[in-house]
């Protein structure tokens, strides 16, 4: 079976625009701030993002296991040679999987041989001539006709495989299978190619669909509770005489003992402590309510069964606290002069009023995300499609690495966050996968619907978002334009403006708040 259409070529604009974005703590998605997709957006792997690194082997047609590793720039003595690949076939499997199969010719071959000869040569010692100073055939003879073999074909794999991949019409979702049918000088190599390929969607309904939507009002109590925020983060901190009370925040030294012996993690000095936050583990603050600044003393308490760090977990422990300071927070009266330090505004009745406002816009949009996750929900349901493992495995790695480079902005490397939880890597990938799932979906249908109603971006659209971008990361828009991949951003556009569609012409039935939990309690 002839296989579909064909992909779109990667560029070295996509690079730089994971770079940019990691730089700026984007992710992917510079374009959308929905809830629909707010985890990035999933955009398939580049044919130049994943390629196979071959491995000697022995026999011919062996099956070469491929590692994941970044291509690097296109070596330019290597570029004409993309013309002398030979696309041979392309069949469908089941499981939207499609193997390929091409060939580079012997001219190519060869001379990529000869040139993993000249780099790789000196590594191979021959008795009687200097380093880098055998002959290719003798170094061939002693370690093995096809010494250079995987090497040259590693040089030749990325840009052939592109070819073969535009010209069989496939958009690879996964890490190639590759095996090596034949190799040599003489007749160049055969490869055969497995990958897992992007689904073909059959969507369902999506046009009149009918949807609840919740509207939600601010109450008194919502701006009443921000109010006292606004007066928590306006106190004053004053020294306490006398012993500690809840709400107060204490210094304290302590160090934590197990059968007498301190452990790890278990000590520090000027801590910072809210007594009632619940920071520590139950039992801890409770305490060191009621004693006073200066005294020294033990606190009691055991770690939960559940606890991160499985040593210490259901055990009985003892701390030693040293108390150096209590401190109480002073709240400021909640009047018009508050209002005119904390806001733009000269009365407390304005404050409020501003407070409700922005309170009501929030949570207009919340209940708009709900209706455009429940419809987006709805058109998942009724869609069809063999959705590859590949897939969601490349969208775990994607919110795994994401995970990662938060951690590292915040000084903290992935390894010892998992450590500290008690995961391994293995399993927190795995966290990923409901998320994944949900996500791949989601792109799969919302593609099908813009591609179903001939949705598209225009270049105002395109130029109000590179405009966004710009102002939102205080960049230039000419030098937006350069690190993103204007297609792929267009692309993303249009599935915005299918979710539009889909609410646009969606039955939206109102309910208040109010009335749904009426129905609840009932």
């Not at 955009?43 to 070469?64: C, D, E, I, Y």
């Not at 304005?350 to 929030?362: P, T």
Request: net charge negative; proline share 3%.
């Amino acid at each position: 079976m002839v296989c579909g259409s064909a992909p779109t070529a990667s560029t070295e604009a996509e690079t730089k625009t994971a770079e940019m974005a990691k730089s700026q703590n984007l992710g992917w998605q510079f374009y959308h701030d929905r809830a629909i997709i707010n985890c990035d957006a999933i955009v398939a792997p580049n044919l130049s993002a994943r390629v196979p690194a071959f491995r000697k082997q022995q026999g011919r047609g062996a099956r070469l296991q491929a590692a994941v590793f970044p291509l690097p720039q296109r070596n330019t003595i290597f570029e004409w040679r993309i013309h002398k690949m030979n696309f041979i076939k392309c069949e469908k499997l089941e499981k939207s999987m499609a193997e390929l199969q091409f060939s580079i010719d012997a001219e190519a071959f060869k001379a990529a041989v000869a040139d993993v000869f000249k780099k790789e040569g000196k590594k191979y010692p021959v008795q009687g001539f200097r380093k880098g100073k055998a002959p290719k055939a003798l170094i061939e003879k002693m370690y093995g006709a096809d010494v250079f073999t995987y090497d040259a074909i590693n040089e030749l794999f990325p840009a052939a495989y592109e070819e073969a991949v535009k010209a069989a019409g496939i958009e690879p979702v996964g890490r190639p299978e590759v095996s090596v049918d034949s190799a040599s000088e003489a007749e160049g190599a055969t490869l055969t190619v497995k990958v897992a390929v992007k689904p073909e969607v059959k969507i369902g309904a999506y046009n009149g669909l009918t949807v609840e939507k919740t509207v939600h009002t601010v109450s008194d109590e919502a701006v009443e509770a921000e109010l006292k925020r606004v007066q928590e983060r306006n106190a004053r901190e004053l020294t306490r005489e006398g012993a500690a009370e809840n709400g107060d925040i204490v210094d304290i030294d302590f160090e934590g003992f197990v059968d007498g012996v301190a452990f790890e993690g278990g000590k520090a000095e000027h801590y910072s402590l809210t007594l009632g936050s619940g920071s520590f583990i139950p039992g801890f603050e409770d305490q060191i309510v009621g004693h006073a600044a200066g005294e020294e003393f033990d606190v009691n308490v055991t770690f939960p069964e559940q606890y991160q760090a499985a040593e210490l977990a259901g055990k009985p422990v003892v701390f030693k606290i040293k108390l150096h300071e209590v401190k109480y927070k002073e709240l400021p009266a909640l009047d018009d002069e508050l209002a005119k330090d904390c806001s733009e505004y000269d009365t407390l009745d304005e404050f409020k009023a501003s407070i409700r406002k922005n309170n009501q816009e929030q949570l207009d949009k919340q209940d708009d995300l709900a209706v455009e996750n429940a419809l987006v929900d709805q058109v998942i349901d009724g869609m069809e499609a063999e959705i590859p493992q590949a897939m969601y495995d490349v969208r775990m790695d994607e919110l795994v690495n994401d995970f990662a480079f938060r951690m590292e902005q915040q000084g903290l490397r992935l390894e010892d966050y998992l450590k500290y939880m008690g995961q391994s890597i293995d399993q927190f990938r795995a966290s990923f996968m409901p998320q994944a799932e949900k996500q791949v979906k989601i792109r799969l249908a919302l593609e099908a619907v813009a591609a179903a109603e001939n949705i598209e971006a225009s270049e105002d659209e395109l130029n109000a978002e590179v405009k966004r971008i710009a102002d939102q990361y205080k960049m230039e828009e000419d030098k937006v334009r350069e690190l993103i991949n204007v297609d792929e951003v267009k692309h993303d556009l249009a599935i915005n403006k299918a979710i539009d569609f889909i609410k646009s012409h969606a039955n939206v039935v109102e309910k208040a708040a109010e009335a749904e939990k009426t129905e609840d309690a009932q």
